[in-house]
DNA sequence: AAAACGCCCAACCGCCATTGC
DNA sequence: GGCAATGGCGGTTGGGCGTTT
């Protein structure tokens, strides 16, 4: 079942943008802003596909983008959510004013990947590459390499997908919203359902060893609510905000302000 | 100096989720 | 409820550029 394309590809540019059309592009965003991308192209005059200058304007044109060097705060801060969110890269984006789920992407296959190699790190899993076999069950070999990344969170395992739903289609995206309010704005999906959300994420944020029976009991339980900065508050539809350190051990932490990193 | 190689990153592609009719 | 249109995301590709041989 195929689907018909998003523009007639024999009337449209591909490849490089040139200056002229990156010009255009940002004039009419600027006039008009961030509309319906289908239709873009032609009030602006672009020999482009929608998408095409949606990306455009998302991953080089936005004047909020930050350009330059990641630095080493932003590498572990990477580093950190990916082994919290798994490849979620729009998230991850979320959390880093200024970079795209793009970039990032990038920065992660070309460097990241190396660099933990290089601590002998599986990148994918965040394990301790061949310690996986030697662990013995309930403690993860992971959690250490998730020590020596940061002394806290990593899941035991990525989530495979995150529950994530629009909140509310109220908000329009605006500025940066419409990834923000699309990724960090989500997860309100789980208002329509009774089932906690947060157990799902499976979040392993230990610190210390972990018990030697069961996984899931910690001596000192510690876990990162994401429902909060996902947009859910005052207990929408989240079974962790109960969430004083209580029997279910989960902490629940505020959305990080501007230049703010978990 | 030139060819070969490897890296980086912008852009494309295909799929999924959401929305509107 | 079903279908089509659209937006958004993650994986992949390919061209440009710097480095090595």
Not at 106 to 119: A, E, G, Q
Request: charged share 25%.
């Amino acid at each position: 079942m195929g689907r018909s394309p998003c523009c007639e590809k024999a009337h449209t540019n591909k490849g490089a943008w040139t200056k002229e059309e990156d010009e255009r592009l940002v004039a009419y965003i600027r006039a008009h802003g961030e509309g319906c991308w289908r239709s873009l192209p032609k009030a602006a005059g672009l020999l482009r596909c929608g998408k095409s200058c949606r990306l455009r304007w998302m991953n080089y044109l936005r004047p909020d983008l930050k350009r330059g060097n990641f630095t080493d705060e932003e590498d572990e801060l990477i580093i950190r959510l990916h082994g919290i969110l798994g490849n979620k890269w729009s998230l991850i984006a979320g959390q880093l004013p200024g970079r795209t789920d793009n970039e990032i992407k990038n920065y992660w296959n070309t460097h990241i990947k190396r660099k933990l190699l290089s601590r002998g790190i599986d990148p994918q899993t965040h394990r301790l590459l061949g310690a996986a076999d030697a662990a013995a069950p309930g403690v993860a070999a992971h959690r250490v390499a998730a020590a020596l990344l940061h002394p806290m969170a990593i899941p035991a395992t990525p989530p495979a997908k995150l529950a994530v739903k629009k909140p509310a289609p109220a908000e329009s995206s605006s500025d940066d919203g419409g990834r923000s309010s699309t990724s960090s704005g989500s997860g309100g999906g789980g208002a329509s359902t009774a089932e906690p959300r947060c157990p799902d994420l499976n979040l392993d944020l230990s610190v210390g060893p972990p018990a030697a029976d069961t996984p899931t009991s910690h001596s000192q339980p510690r876990a990162v609510c994401l429902c909060y900065r996902l947009g859910l508050h005052a207990g929408e539809a989240c079974g962790c905000q109960a969430a004083k350190p209580g029997p279910q051990g989960f902490g629940y932490f505020r959305p990080l302000e501007q230049g703010q990193y978990i």
